[in-house]
C-alpha cells in the first residue's frame, strides 16, 4: 500500500467544513458490542445534527471473527448505505487497520475501536479541530470512562488514575480512538503488527502536534472486576515497553510518575485507600509485563471481555419476605409478577411453606419492639436468609422481618456485589394496606434502603419529597 493510496481517492491537500470523514473499525470477535458502537455512532448523524452535513463513510474490518460480527454489522446497511463490511480470516488488528485504509475514501479519518461508544457530532467536533490548526496533526475527542458497572476496587484505581496528568494533560490520544489529517496519515506507511496501535500513533506527532478536544467525547466501558483490571493494564504496559524496543528514543508518552501520585495525595488525602490500591495496580502489571518483555511474549493479547459481556439471561434471584397474616396475604399478591424468577420466600410463621409450591422458604422468628433481644434473634435469622439466597431483588410488604432484610441488603449485600463486579441487589417496599393514616414505623424508617418504596394509600404518597414513599395502585 502506498501513501497515495492512504492518501484516499482525492488528491486535495486541504481540507473544508463539508469534507467527510472516514471511519475505520477494526472487530475480531465483537459481536456484544459492534451493535451498541454502530447505533451511538450513526444514529445523531441519522437524526441530523447540525454537523451532519458533512458526511460520513464507516468502514468495519472483520478479522478472524467466529461469531456474529459481520451479520450485525451488515444489519445497519439498510439504513445506512454508506457502511462497508470488510472480512479477512486474520486474527489481526493491524492487518484490519491496514485493510480499512485499503478501503476507507476520505480525511480526516478516524480508528475506532468496537468497544467504543460515541457519536457522529463528537467526531466531527473532534475533527474541525485538524481544520482550524495546521499544528495539530492528531486528535481525539476527551474520555470518559464509565465505572457503573464495575467493582469498587476498579471504581478506586479510576479515581486515582483519572485525576493523575498522564489523563488530564489534554496530549492522551488514542486509548480506543484517534483521528488523522491526510498530513499526519502520511507520518507512517503500514501499521505495524504491534499491541499498541494508539501508543505508536502517538508516538509518531510530538506533543504539540496532538490533543484531545474538549467539548468532544467518547465513552469506554471500565473493566468489572480487579482481574480483568489487571489484564487490561498489563497488556498497555507490555505494548508500551514494546514500542520502546522496536522504535527507541519514540515518544510514546507513558503513565504518570511516583511525583505525580504523590502530590495528588497531598491535594486529595482522602484518597490514599484508592491510591494505595493504584500503586499496587500498577507495580503488579509492571512486574507482569517485563516478565512477559523478557520471554518475547508481545504476542499473547490481553482483552477485557467483562466489559464486553451481553446482559445475562439467567432468572432473577427474588426473596420475598413478609410478617404473617395480612402482610404474607399481600406478598402472595405480588408473587404473579415474578413468577419467570428464581423465587424464594421467608416468614415468620412456619406453616405458610405449604403455600409456596415447593419453593424454597425459610422460616424466621417472631419479633416486636416490646423485645430487644426478640428483634436481634429476628435480625441474625433474617440476615442469614440473606447470606444463604444472596437474592438480586428483595421485595417486602413488611413489617420488621422485611426491614431486616431490606437494611442488610443495602448496607452489606449491596456493596459486597460492587466490590466483586456483580450485579447489585436492589429492595422494593411495599407498605401494608392496614397502614390507611400513616405510614408503619418501619415503613418510615426503610425509605433510606428502599431502592422502591410505595405505600397503597394515594393520600400518603409524596414520591417528590425526600423519605416519602410514592404511590403506584394497591394489591387488595
Sequence with gaps: MTLQHISGKSAQDAMSASEPLSVVIPAHNEAAVIGRCLSSLLSSYEAGDATA?????????????????????????????????????????????NLGDEHA???P???????????????????????ASEALLCVAPEMRVDTSQSSLSVRAFYSVWLRL??????????????????????????????????????????????????????????????PSLINIKTRVRTGNMELECRYPGASIGGETTGGAVASLVRARPHLLPAVLLYVMVQRLTLRRARARVATGEFSHWERDDS??????TRPLRVLLIASSGGHWKQIRRLQPAFESEQLYFACTDASYEETVGGRPFFSVPEGSLASKTQLVLQALSVLRVLLVVRP???????????????????????PISRLFGRRPVKTVWVDSIANVDELSVSGRQVARYADVHLTQWPHLADSVAPGKPGFSGAVL
Design 53 to 97: 452535513d458533512a458526511g460520513l463513510q464507516v468502514v468495519v474490518v472483520c478479522n478472524g471473527c467466529r461469531d456474529d460480527t459481520a451479520a450485525i454489522a451488515r444489519s445497519f446497511q439498510s439504513r445506512f448505505h454508506q457502511l462497508l463490511v470488510v472480512e479477512t480470516g486474520t486474527a489481526s488488528k493491524s492487518v484490519a487497520l
Design 165 to 226: 496528568p498522564y489523563f488530564t494533560d489534554g496530549r492522551m490520544v488514542g486509548s480506543g480512538v484517534y483521528i488523522l489529517s491526510r498530513q499526519g496519515r502520511e507520518r507512517f506507511d503500514r501499521f505495524p503488527d504491534i499491541i499498541s496501535d494508539d501508543g505508536f500513533v502517538r508516538s509518531r506527532f510530538e506533543k504539540h502536534e496532538r490533543q484531545t478536544i474538549p467539548g468532544s467525547s467518547f465513552t469506554v466501558q471500565a473493566p468489572a472486576n480487579l
Design 307 to 312: 466489559s464486553r459481556q451481553r446482559p445475562a
Design 105 to 107: 475514501d476520505h480525511f
Design 392 to 414: 438480586q431483588l428483595v421485595v417486602t410488604t413488611g413489617a420488621a422481618p422485611g426491614f431486616f432484610a431490606l437494611f442488610f441488603a443495602r448496607v452489606l449485600l449491596h
Design 109 to 131: 479519518r478516524v480508528y475506532l475501536d468496537a468497544d467504543i461508544v460515541t457519536s457522529f457530532a463528537a467526531l466531527r467536533s473532534a475533527a474541525k479541530a485538524l481544520e
